[in-house]
Protein backbone atom coordinates (compact mmCIF):
# COMPACT_ATOMS: atom_id res chain seq x y z
CA UNK A 1 0.00 0.00 0.00
CA UNK A 2 2.67 2.70 1.28
CA UNK A 3 4.92 1.64 -1.85
CA UNK A 4 1.65 2.44 -4.01
CA UNK A 5 0.62 5.85 -3.29
CA UNK A 6 4.09 6.48 -3.09
CA UNK A 7 4.70 5.94 -6.59
CA UNK A 8 1.74 7.82 -6.98
CA UNK A 9 3.20 11.10 -4.95
CA UNK A 10 6.20 10.63 -7.56
CA UNK A 11 4.24 10.74 -10.58
CA UNK A 12 2.26 13.13 -8.88
CA UNK A 13 5.37 15.49 -8.63
CA UNK A 14 7.05 14.92 -11.93
CA UNK A 15 5.33 18.29 -13.43
CA UNK A 16 5.76 20.30 -10.25
CA UNK A 17 9.80 20.23 -10.11
CA UNK A 18 9.55 24.12 -10.04
CA UNK A 19 7.61 24.27 -7.24
CA UNK A 20 7.47 21.07 -5.12
CA UNK A 21 11.02 20.59 -2.44
CA UNK A 22 12.94 17.53 -2.27
CA UNK A 23 15.02 17.34 0.80
CA UNK A 24 17.39 14.41 0.90
CA UNK A 25 19.40 13.76 4.22
CA UNK A 26 22.68 12.13 3.87
CA UNK A 27 21.95 8.81 4.30
CA UNK A 28 19.45 9.49 1.61
CA UNK A 29 16.11 10.06 3.37
CA UNK A 30 13.79 11.28 1.04
CA UNK A 31 11.12 14.04 1.60
CA UNK A 32 8.29 14.71 -0.97
CA UNK A 33 6.31 18.10 0.13
CA UNK A 34 4.32 20.07 -2.00
CA UNK A 35 2.26 22.23 0.18
CA UNK A 36 -1.46 20.90 0.67
CA UNK A 37 -0.65 18.10 -1.74
CA UNK A 38 1.25 15.85 0.27
CA UNK A 39 4.08 15.81 2.90
CA UNK A 40 5.89 12.84 3.08
CA UNK A 41 9.49 11.27 3.86
CA UNK A 42 10.76 8.21 3.16
CA UNK A 43 13.50 6.34 5.28
CA UNK A 44 15.84 3.71 3.93
CA UNK A 45 18.27 3.77 6.40
CA UNK A 46 18.60 1.51 8.69
CA UNK A 47 20.26 3.48 11.64
CA UNK A 48 18.04 6.38 10.33
CA UNK A 49 14.98 4.13 10.44
CA UNK A 50 16.18 3.24 14.89
CA UNK A 51 16.22 6.89 15.69
CA UNK A 52 13.08 8.00 14.56
CA UNK A 53 11.59 4.36 15.91
CA UNK A 54 13.22 6.11 19.19
CA UNK A 55 12.41 10.12 18.75
CA UNK A 56 9.36 10.86 21.03
CA UNK A 57 9.02 13.36 17.95
CA UNK A 58 7.41 10.49 15.83
CA UNK A 59 4.68 8.08 17.03
CA UNK A 60 1.34 6.24 15.79
CA UNK A 61 -0.64 9.20 17.62
CA UNK A 62 -2.28 10.38 13.54
CA UNK A 63 -3.63 13.78 12.81
CA UNK A 64 -6.03 12.87 9.92
CA UNK A 65 -5.25 16.49 8.59
CA UNK A 66 -3.03 18.72 6.21
CA UNK A 67 -1.88 17.50 3.00
CA UNK A 68 -4.61 15.54 0.67
CA UNK A 69 -1.98 12.64 -0.11
CA UNK A 70 -1.39 12.57 3.59
CA UNK A 71 -5.21 12.49 5.20
CA UNK A 72 -6.02 9.68 2.05
CA UNK A 73 -3.22 7.44 3.46
CA UNK A 74 -4.38 7.65 7.06
CA UNK A 75 -7.71 7.59 6.78
CA UNK A 76 -6.99 4.42 4.85
CA UNK A 77 -5.15 3.16 7.55
CA UNK A 78 -7.46 3.77 10.33
CA UNK A 79 -10.28 2.77 8.36
CA UNK A 80 -8.74 -1.00 7.89
CA UNK A 81 -7.12 -1.56 11.13
CA UNK A 82 -10.11 -0.42 13.36
CA UNK A 83 -13.56 -2.67 13.98
CA UNK A 84 -16.39 -0.71 15.54
CA UNK A 85 -14.68 2.16 16.68
CA UNK A 86 -11.87 0.02 18.21
CA UNK A 87 -8.69 0.80 17.32
CA UNK A 88 -6.12 -2.11 16.49
CA UNK A 89 -2.91 -2.18 18.60
CA UNK A 90 -0.44 -2.19 15.39
CA UNK A 91 -1.69 1.64 15.26
CA UNK A 92 -2.19 2.87 19.06
CA UNK A 93 0.60 5.60 19.90
CA UNK A 94 3.28 5.21 22.41
CA UNK A 95 1.63 7.06 25.07
CA UNK A 96 -1.64 4.92 24.47
CA UNK A 97 -2.75 4.19 28.71
CA UNK A 98 -2.99 0.10 27.42
CA UNK A 99 -0.75 -0.13 24.62
CA UNK A 100 1.94 -0.94 26.68
CA UNK A 101 0.53 -3.16 29.12
CA UNK A 102 -1.40 -5.14 26.63
CA UNK A 103 1.68 -5.47 24.33
CA UNK A 104 3.47 -6.62 27.53
CA UNK A 105 0.83 -9.53 28.52
CA UNK A 106 0.94 -10.62 24.74
CA UNK A 107 4.62 -10.70 24.40
CA UNK A 108 4.65 -12.99 27.80
CA UNK A 109 1.74 -15.12 27.01
CA UNK A 110 3.69 -15.81 23.46
CA UNK A 111 6.78 -16.48 25.09
CA UNK A 112 5.48 -19.56 26.71
CA UNK A 113 3.93 -20.67 23.61
CA UNK A 114 7.34 -20.15 21.71
CA UNK A 115 9.18 -22.93 24.40
CA UNK A 116 6.07 -25.21 23.07
CA UNK A 117 6.76 -25.19 19.40
CA UNK A 118 10.67 -24.35 18.77
CA UNK A 119 11.84 -28.18 19.46
CA UNK A 120 9.45 -29.26 16.33
CA UNK A 121 6.52 -31.15 18.43
CA UNK A 122 4.31 -33.50 16.60
CA UNK A 123 1.44 -30.35 15.45
CA UNK A 124 3.83 -28.89 13.13
CA UNK A 125 4.48 -31.82 10.93
CA UNK A 126 1.57 -30.90 8.37
CA UNK A 127 3.84 -27.69 7.86
CA UNK A 128 6.79 -29.67 7.74
CA UNK A 129 5.33 -31.96 5.42
CA UNK A 130 4.74 -28.51 3.51
CA UNK A 131 7.95 -27.47 3.67
CA UNK A 132 9.32 -31.08 2.28
CA UNK A 133 7.37 -29.99 -1.02
CA UNK A 134 3.95 -31.84 -0.63
CA UNK A 135 0.96 -29.35 -0.60
CA UNK A 136 -0.50 -26.51 -2.69
CA UNK A 137 -0.32 -22.76 -1.03
CA UNK A 138 -3.60 -22.77 0.02
CA UNK A 139 -2.86 -25.47 2.52
CA UNK A 140 0.03 -23.70 3.92
CA UNK A 141 -2.35 -20.56 4.28
CA UNK A 142 -4.97 -22.93 6.31
CA UNK A 143 -2.28 -24.17 8.31
CA UNK A 144 -0.14 -21.13 9.15
CA UNK A 145 -4.22 -18.69 9.94
CA UNK A 146 -4.61 -22.17 12.32
CA UNK A 147 -1.25 -22.07 14.73
CA UNK A 148 -2.03 -18.46 14.67
CA UNK A 149 -5.71 -18.90 15.49
CA UNK A 150 -4.98 -21.14 18.38
CA UNK A 151 -2.70 -18.82 20.07
CA UNK A 152 -5.92 -16.27 20.93
CA UNK A 153 -8.37 -19.37 20.55
CA UNK A 154 -7.79 -22.58 21.71
CA UNK A 155 -10.79 -24.24 19.35
CA UNK A 156 -9.83 -21.94 16.08
CA UNK A 157 -10.20 -23.47 12.83
CA UNK A 158 -8.94 -22.19 9.85
CA UNK A 159 -11.86 -22.34 7.38
CA UNK A 160 -11.63 -20.92 3.57
CA UNK A 161 -13.93 -18.11 4.77
CA UNK A 162 -11.84 -17.24 7.28
CA UNK A 163 -8.99 -17.28 4.90
CA UNK A 164 -10.21 -15.25 2.69
CA UNK A 165 -11.56 -12.86 4.83
CA UNK A 166 -7.83 -12.59 5.80
CA UNK A 167 -7.06 -11.60 2.22
CA UNK A 168 -9.52 -9.10 1.55
CA UNK A 169 -8.47 -7.15 4.31
CA UNK A 170 -4.46 -7.82 3.00
CA UNK A 171 -5.58 -6.76 -0.14
CA UNK A 172 -7.68 -3.58 0.52
CA UNK A 173 -4.37 -2.58 2.70
CA UNK A 174 -2.32 -3.25 -0.70
CA UNK A 175 -4.64 -1.98 -3.08
CA UNK A 176 -5.39 1.52 -4.96
CA UNK A 177 -8.09 0.39 -7.11
CA UNK A 178 -10.29 3.46 -5.08
CA UNK A 179 -13.48 2.04 -7.43
CA UNK A 180 -13.07 -1.30 -5.58
CA UNK A 181 -12.26 -0.37 -2.16
CA UNK A 182 -15.01 2.02 -2.15
CA UNK A 183 -17.75 -0.83 -3.27
CA UNK A 184 -16.31 -2.91 -0.47
CA UNK A 185 -16.80 -0.42 2.00
CA UNK A 186 -20.40 0.63 1.15
CA UNK A 187 -21.11 -3.07 1.03
CA UNK A 188 -20.31 -3.62 4.27
CA UNK A 189 -17.76 -6.69 3.25
CA UNK A 190 -14.56 -5.65 4.67
CA UNK A 191 -16.03 -4.84 7.98
CA UNK A 192 -18.05 -8.13 7.61
CA UNK A 193 -14.68 -9.93 7.25
CA UNK A 194 -12.79 -8.04 10.40
CA UNK A 195 -15.63 -9.52 12.11
CA UNK A 196 -15.63 -12.89 11.08
CA UNK A 197 -12.22 -13.29 11.85
CA UNK A 198 -12.99 -10.92 15.17
CA UNK A 199 -15.55 -13.69 16.51
CA UNK A 200 -13.39 -16.48 15.97
CA UNK A 201 -10.73 -15.18 18.28
CA UNK A 202 -13.21 -13.86 20.92
CA UNK A 203 -12.19 -10.48 20.05
CA UNK A 204 -9.23 -10.08 20.23
CA UNK A 205 -7.90 -7.64 17.69
CA UNK A 206 -4.71 -8.18 18.26
CA UNK A 207 -5.18 -11.81 17.24
CA UNK A 208 -7.48 -10.20 14.18
CA UNK A 209 -4.40 -8.15 13.14
CA UNK A 210 -2.44 -11.36 12.93
CA UNK A 211 -4.69 -13.76 11.32
CA UNK A 212 -4.00 -11.02 8.52
CA UNK A 213 -0.81 -9.72 8.59
CA UNK A 214 1.30 -11.49 10.44
CA UNK A 215 0.15 -14.63 8.78
CA UNK A 216 1.17 -13.62 5.32
CA UNK A 217 4.33 -12.71 6.79
CA UNK A 218 4.44 -16.21 8.27
CA UNK A 219 3.52 -17.62 5.19
CA UNK A 220 6.17 -16.20 2.66
CA UNK A 221 9.00 -17.16 5.30
CA UNK A 222 7.91 -21.04 5.36
CA UNK A 223 8.29 -20.16 0.74
CA UNK A 224 11.82 -19.30 1.59
CA UNK A 225 11.92 -22.25 3.58
CA UNK A 226 10.80 -24.63 1.00
CA UNK A 227 13.12 -23.18 -1.27
CA UNK A 228 16.20 -23.72 1.07
CA UNK A 229 15.12 -27.95 2.29
CA UNK A 230 14.57 -28.47 -2.00
CA UNK A 231 18.61 -28.34 -1.74
CA UNK A 232 19.82 -31.33 -0.44
CA UNK A 233 22.94 -29.90 0.09
CA UNK A 234 21.83 -26.83 2.03
CA UNK A 235 19.59 -28.50 3.99
CA UNK A 236 22.24 -30.90 5.40
CA UNK A 237 24.94 -28.35 6.25
CA UNK A 238 22.86 -25.11 7.02
CA UNK A 239 22.19 -24.64 10.86
CA UNK A 240 18.84 -24.30 12.52
CA UNK A 241 19.64 -20.53 13.55
CA UNK A 242 20.93 -19.32 9.88
CA UNK A 243 17.79 -21.25 8.01
CA UNK A 244 15.45 -19.47 10.36
CA UNK A 245 17.33 -15.78 10.06
CA UNK A 246 16.80 -16.39 5.90
CA UNK A 247 12.83 -17.26 6.81
CA UNK A 248 12.28 -14.25 8.86
CA UNK A 249 10.60 -11.63 6.56
CA UNK A 250 9.77 -7.88 7.82
CA UNK A 251 6.71 -5.73 6.96
CA UNK A 252 7.35 -3.72 3.83
CA UNK A 253 6.89 -0.53 5.63
CA UNK A 254 5.25 0.93 8.88
CA UNK A 255 4.23 4.53 9.36
CA UNK A 256 5.11 7.16 11.99
CA UNK A 257 3.89 10.72 12.45
CA UNK A 258 5.65 14.19 13.03
CA UNK A 259 4.21 15.49 16.25
CA UNK A 260 6.45 18.77 15.91
CA UNK A 261 7.80 20.49 13.08
CA UNK A 262 11.98 20.02 13.59
CA UNK A 263 14.81 18.53 11.59
CA UNK A 264 16.54 14.63 11.46
CA UNK A 265 19.30 13.57 10.05
CA UNK A 266 19.83 16.81 7.83
CA UNK A 267 15.90 16.31 6.65
CA UNK A 268 13.76 19.29 8.21
CA UNK A 269 10.16 18.04 8.56
CA UNK A 270 6.56 19.68 9.67
CA UNK A 271 3.97 18.92 12.30
CA UNK A 272 2.05 16.16 10.23
CA UNK A 273 4.84 15.37 8.19
CA UNK A 274 4.40 10.66 7.61
CA UNK A 275 7.65 8.98 7.66
CA UNK A 276 7.37 6.01 6.29
CA UNK A 277 10.09 3.48 7.40
CA UNK A 278 11.24 0.89 4.59
CA UNK A 279 11.85 -2.31 6.97
CA UNK A 280 11.27 -4.94 4.17
CA UNK A 281 14.87 -3.16 2.36
CA UNK A 282 16.43 -2.13 5.61
CA UNK A 283 16.18 -5.14 7.25
CA UNK A 284 18.76 -7.13 4.95
CA UNK A 285 22.05 -7.80 6.54
CA UNK A 286 23.13 -9.93 9.85
CA UNK A 287 23.52 -6.40 11.25
CA UNK A 288 19.87 -5.02 10.44
CA UNK A 289 17.73 -8.20 11.72
CA UNK A 290 16.50 -6.47 14.69
CA UNK A 291 14.39 -4.46 12.41
CA UNK A 292 12.28 -7.48 11.25
CA UNK A 293 10.22 -7.32 14.38
CA UNK A 294 11.20 -3.72 15.36
CA UNK A 295 13.30 -5.09 18.30
CA UNK A 296 14.81 -2.45 19.92
CA UNK A 297 12.12 -0.10 19.83
CA UNK A 298 9.19 0.28 22.29
CA UNK A 299 6.75 -0.75 19.23
CA UNK A 300 8.30 -4.16 19.03
CA UNK A 301 6.41 -6.98 17.73
CA UNK A 302 4.76 -9.34 21.12
CA UNK A 303 5.65 -12.01 18.86
CA UNK A 304 8.76 -11.97 17.97
CA UNK A 305 9.91 -15.08 19.87
CA UNK A 306 6.81 -17.18 18.85
CA UNK A 307 7.28 -16.52 14.83
CA UNK A 308 11.07 -17.32 15.48
CA UNK A 309 10.09 -20.47 17.17
CA UNK A 310 7.71 -22.04 15.05
CA UNK A 311 9.99 -21.79 12.11
CA UNK A 312 13.00 -23.21 14.26
CA UNK A 313 10.17 -26.22 14.99
CA UNK A 314 9.52 -26.56 11.63
CA UNK A 315 12.75 -26.57 10.48
CA UNK A 316 14.27 -29.35 12.80
CA UNK A 317 11.09 -31.84 11.72
CA UNK A 318 12.38 -31.10 7.97
CA UNK A 319 16.26 -31.06 8.32
CA UNK A 320 15.55 -34.04 10.51
CA UNK A 321 17.45 -32.74 13.80
CA UNK A 322 18.82 -29.70 14.82
CA UNK A 323 22.11 -28.34 13.80
CA UNK A 324 24.47 -25.96 15.81
Known sequence: MLKEIDQENGTQQAGLDTISAHTISDHGMKRTYFPGITDIVVVADPAEIRTISNDSRFDRDFIVRGPVRNVQLLRKILRIFSLNGRLFSIILPRTDPTRATAQDKLWSRLNIKADE??????????????????????????????????????????TEESLAAARMVLEALGSSNVLKMLGWRISGRLERAKTLLASMVNGDLAGVNALITARQLIVDGLHKMRQLAADPALRSSITTDAAVDKCLIAPTNVVRQAKTSGEVSGCPFRRGSLFI???????????????????????HCPAEKWVRALLEGVWTRVSGAPKY
Open 277 to 299: LELGSASKGAANRDLVFLSQTWS
Open 117 to 158: VRHGPAELEPLAVWVRGIGTEERVDLLVQQSIGRLFAETFTA
